[in-house]
Structure formats: C-alpha cells, structure tokens
C-alpha cells in the first residue's frame, strides 16, 4: 500500500518538541519504551520468543534441524535467518518475498548472532563434511510500531538462548540446550535535526534522517553495525551513540535476559 | 435469541420482530430487525439502530474535514480525507483565483487543510470545496485521529461536549466529521486538550462521560497549578 | 513417534487420547483488538492451533485495475509461520495456502455488504503461528471477529470447525494425531442461522457418517458462535448505565 504523506503539522509538532528536549510520548531521548519478553509460547519450534517493544510486536521462532554443511566449512552448523514483514503487522507491508527491508533486517539480525559468536557452530557438527544442525532464526513480524531491528534482535537471542537441540527426534541422542556463548543485543537510534532518539517509533522513523544499529556483545564489545536511511552522520555522532548503545544494551541484557 | 435487553450488538443479533422498525446500521431477515455491525443499540424514534464502535469514514456532502494534501495532478490537489476514498479539490473550489503553476505555492505536498465534501457521486468519487471563509489552510495547532465513529460523542448533546472543551481549555478546537481534529492554543492547553479527546474516544460508550471529563480537567488544571 | 503398521487406540473407555468425549471441541481462547496498527484484529487459540488475524479496510485498492466500480473486494490471506509446524515450512505461499485463502475468503464473503463500499477492498491477513490440524478453521473464526471489530457491516458472524472420522467413528474437532490417522475429515464454515458458507470434505464416509459429522460440526460451530459473541459483547460490557445510551448516540451539527 502507498505511504499516506505526513502531515506537516505533525512534523512540525515533533520538530518543536525535540528542540525542547521532549518527544511525543513523553519519553527521554535514550528512553526505551517498555519491553516485554515471553519465551516457549510455541510449542512446535525449538525455541521461540514473543518480544514487545511498546505496540510494536515480534515473534520469533528458532528451528533446528540437520542437514549438510557448507562444503567450504564442513565441520561447522549452519545458521540461516529469515525476516517476514506480513501484511497484518503493517498497512505499508504487502504480500510477497521479502523486499529489501525484510532482507536488510533479518541480515542484521543474522549479524549479530553470527559475529559475536553467540552459537558456536563447530559444535553443532554432527559428522563432519555430511551432518550438521542447521538453526533456522525465523522472525515474524506481528505489529509495526517502530524500531523492529531491536525488538526482532532481542526476541532472536531469547528464542536461541531458551532453544533445546532436538536430537532424540533424529536419533541422534538426548534432547540438549542449545550451547548460547554469547549475548548481542541490538540498540538503534535516528538523527532527527541534532539530536539522537533512541527506539524510535513509526512517526519518528519517518521524519528521521538516519539511522544507526549497533550491536553489542556482553563484554561490552561492538560486533555489529547498520546505517540505514539516506542521510548523514557524523564520527561524533557515531561515539555518542555506541557509548549509550552499550549502556542500553547492558541494561537490556541485564533485565530482560539475566546475563 | 432476542438480544434487546443489552446495548452491545454484534452483526446478526435480532434486534425487533417489526419489521418497520428497522433503521440505520440494521436489515430485515425472516422478518426480523437484525443489526448489521458491531455496535450500541437504540431506540430512536420508532427505529432501531445501530451506531458502529469502529469503522471507516465515509465521506457525505456537506460535510466539513480535515484532509493531507497527498500530489497534486493537473488542476486538482489529491487531499487524504482518512477514509478509503482520496478526495479531489479542484483549483476553481479556492476561495481566491490562483493560476495552475501557482498551486504548490498555495498548498503543498503535506499542507494540512480544514475542506468541505462538495459531492460525492455513486463510485465515491469525492469533490471537495475549500471556499467558505470557516474553510483553509492549517499553518499552527496540532491534529489528533480518532475513529470517525467516535465524533458525535466528541461533540456531545447540543454541542455539550465540545463547548466545555474550548470553554475548560482555552483552546479552538475544531472535529473533522472524518476523525481528525485540530486543536490551537498555548502547549501546555493543547496537549491536555488532546490527551482529553483521546479519553473520550476510549470511553465514548460509556454515559455519564461529561461529567466525569469535566472533573478529569479540574483536577488535571488544579495539579498544573 | 507412532509408526503407521502400529494399530492405535483412539478411544479409551470411550475418551478420546486428550481426554475428550467424541462431541466436544478443544478449549478455545479468544481475544479481540491485539494489534494496535490493524483497523481489527482477533488473536485465536483452538487446541494447539495458535492463529491471528487482522482485518484492513476497507481502504483503496492497489493495483487500481483490480478496483469493483459497484461494491468492495475482499482479499484473504492465511499464511504459516515457518516456526509452526514440526518440520520447517519454506516461508511464503505454497498451493495449500492458496487454496486455503481462497476458500476461507469464500466463507466470508456471503455475509460481508460489499456493496457499501465501492472501489475499495477488505483485507483480511490470517498468520498461523502454531498448527495442530484445524488452522483454516480457527482462522475464519478469527477473521470473523477481526472483521467486526474493524466495525465492517455483516449480515452475521461465521464461525467454523470440523468433524473427522477416527477409528470408525466420527469425531468433533480432530487434532492432529487423529488427523494423520484418520480416515476422513469435514471442515465447515456457517452462519448462526445455520447456513453454510464453506464445506470441504477428504477421505471416505458413508452417507449416513456424513450426515452425522456434518451435524457434529454444525453444533460445534454454534458453540463456537457464543465464544466469538461473547468476546466482542465483553468488550464493552463495563457500562456504568446499562439502561440508557441516549448520550452515546447524540448527534449534532458542528
């Protein structure tokens, strides 16, 4: 469906109110809205998690299954991540494969599992070179209303983090705990004039100009990054915004996901 | 199966056995009044109807709004009236004379404008007029949305809601038949003005509610104090 | 696992293997209004069936050329999350689905005043993120009730469930385990009045087994109707004045 043009009224409202420190909903610039975490709602995955992130709504569901790896890495699982943006969570989703914007945030949210080596693939090796797990990350967005980069990242960790193994169903043994070394959690911000908005709803996503994710591991490091949207950022704004990441992301950790 | 007795119909609920009773939001079948949408029942004069508690705005002529330009194309500006059918307003419905290269500089893409519904023909094409003097162009204030089925509540008995409101607030407060609504005062009365609107959609079903938004903006007004 | 050559008992002291009696339905959980950005929505349980829709609309229609220039169309759209099955389903439509979509819209649409809104279009977008054998069913009731609450004029609700056939008998509402065994399977859709909007039947019935897994289904589908009643009426139940809503309705000029 076609975008409706914003008001300018509307954008002008949410201009003045930023000039004064304030935003629409009363929040704080580095205020999340409040998070809730349900894990092990579906029982036919192998991990799942309903994430809210105010109105906005994900589920996600980890799958593992066996399969051949890689013939380049015969010896290491296979991680594969989806992102569905159906058109019931959104009147600007439309029926159809994944457009450039579901591909972009499954490949970030893929980033982040990947990079800070969260899964360690060499041990979901089952015999090297023909059997390996594959975990399937599938996230199914459910209500669009702002920021789905952190709120599908978080349900991604927490379905991997509560997902069991299902070997006994292969006859590969008894049933374990998927092996979670690592916790990422993503923070997004938007450049909106000279401030930065952290967890940005749907209005104010769409009078920013940029958009910065950044993923950090539990030690506090950075393993992944996205600027999105067609606008600048400067090197400081960038400092700023991963010092406050960190911290968000810390708390996140801390609250939501018990590391 | 007779559902008289309460107010909460859903579609199909038998409202009356007469068949001559049947009003707005209802049909007849077997004889029988039925309600056509999920809503409140009444009685009104004779009638049984059923006033929706969701649902699209329709546009109907005469009536006044609050619509987004969306493009501009030809001699026409395409204007967003929330309702599932665009709206046209044609360069010779401004009150002034302005020339076709002139019309982005009198209305832009985004300019908010308070219009009235012209006409409407059978396939919902919608004309639209801005020329009245109560009509124009919104440079200051905010707009809130609610569901259009929520207006006559706003506005209340006699305009009862509404005047309180402006009266309470001292705010220009003015209800699009479609939803939107435009406030205009200082900040601080704007955003109670708007908070307040929202409570009275979410509550429109219930009675009683002016007076209980009356004591609302008391105690709000007293803490601001 | 239960390999097919093993005979299975369905029944136990004339139980079935969850505990049920051959003419009862699976507990149903119902909540309405679960999305803040659709225009209605309805989240859903049957059993094991997790299923929620939302309804859109009706609003313009794009592309342009599909547009009805006398009445609305209406699009249905039932989808599975890949989660939701044992074995991964491939995300995106596969010709089930389509199929599925088709008929359930098909159920719908009896009932929906198409005619009042010309040139626009009803979406309704069913997502099933749990399957236990019953999805296209508890998503027309989803539908139904989604439908509602985003205030679209109906001549009734709908509601649907299905009869199977078990170990000779016939049963209400199979779940999964006796839907992979079982030796037929009847999902209807109907009007509280009793009209049947969507009727689908595979495997082998006498006439007779029809007649009764039809009215089977029939009364479980009018248990199904009070449930999806009664969510939309508790809405809005906390009424301070049940008697009177003469304020409510009070129009005026502007």
Known sequence: ?259 | MDRMDRNVVVPGDILSDDPNRSGEGTYVKDGCVRSLLYGMASSYKDKMRVIPLAGKYVPSPGDTVIGIVQDIVFSNWIININSPYEGLLHISELPRKIEMNEMSKYLRIGSSVMIRVKDVDSTMKVELTMNDRRLGILTRGRVAEINPTRVPRLIGKGGSMINMLKKELNCNIFVGQNGRIWVDGNDDDMDLALKTVLIIEKEAHTTGLTDRILEFLRVEKEARS | MIGMDEKLSFFKDGLRLDGRLPDELRPIKVEVGVLARADGSCYMEMGDNKVIAAVYGPREVHPRHLQEVTRAIVRYRYNMASFSVEERKRPGPDRRSYEVSKVSREALEPVILTSYFPRSVVDVFVEVLQADAGTRTAGINAASVALADAGIPMRSLISSCAAGKVDGEIVLDPMKLEDNFGEADVPIAMTPGGEITLLQMDGRLSKEELQRALELAKAGCQQIYEIQRKVLVDRYSHMDDAGSCDEAVAEEEI
């Not at chain 1, 509307?10 to 930023?18: E, G, P, Q, S, V």
Request: charged residues 25%.
């Open chain 1, 1 to 259: 469906m076609s975008d409706v043009v914003m008001a300018e009224i509307r954008k002008d409202y949410l201009y003045h109110l930023m000039l004064k420190g304030e935003r629409a909903d009363g929040r704080a610039f580095d205020e999340y809205r409040e998070i809730s975490l349900e894990t092990g709602l579906i029982r036919k995955a192998d991990g799942s998690a309903l994430v809210r992130l105010g109105k906005t709504t994900v589920m996600v569901g980890v799958k593992i299954q066996p399969g051949e790896p890689f013939s380049d890495t015969p010896n290491k699982g296979v991680i594969i991540t989806n992102a569905e943006l159906v058109p019931l969570a959104s009147p600007n989703f439309e029926p159809g494969p994944p457009n450039e914007v579901g591909i972009e945030l499954a490949r970030v949210v893929d980033r982040g599992v990947r990079e800070s080596g969260a899964i360690d693939l060499e041990s979901l090796c089952i015999t090297p070179g023909e059997k390996v797990w594959i975990v399937f990350i599938d996230v199914h967005i459910l209500d669009d209303c702002g920021n789905l980069m952190d709120a599908s990242s978080l349900g991604a960790i927490a379905a991997l983090m509560t997902a069991t193994v299902p070997a006994a169903q292969y006859a590969l043994g008894e049933d374990y705990p998927l092996p979670v070394k690592d916790v990422p959690v993503a923070t997004t911000a938007v450049e909106f004039g000279d401030s930065v908005i952290f967890d940005p709803d749907t209005d104010e996503e769409s009078v920013a100009d940029t958009k910065l994710t950044v993923i950090t591991t539990a030690d506090g490091s950075i393993c992944g990054m996205q600027k999105s949207r067609p606008g600048f950022i400067s090197q400081d704004q960038i400092y700023r915004i991963v010092d406050i990441a960190c911290e968000r992301a810390k708390e996140i950790r801390e609250k939501f996901l018990e590391v």
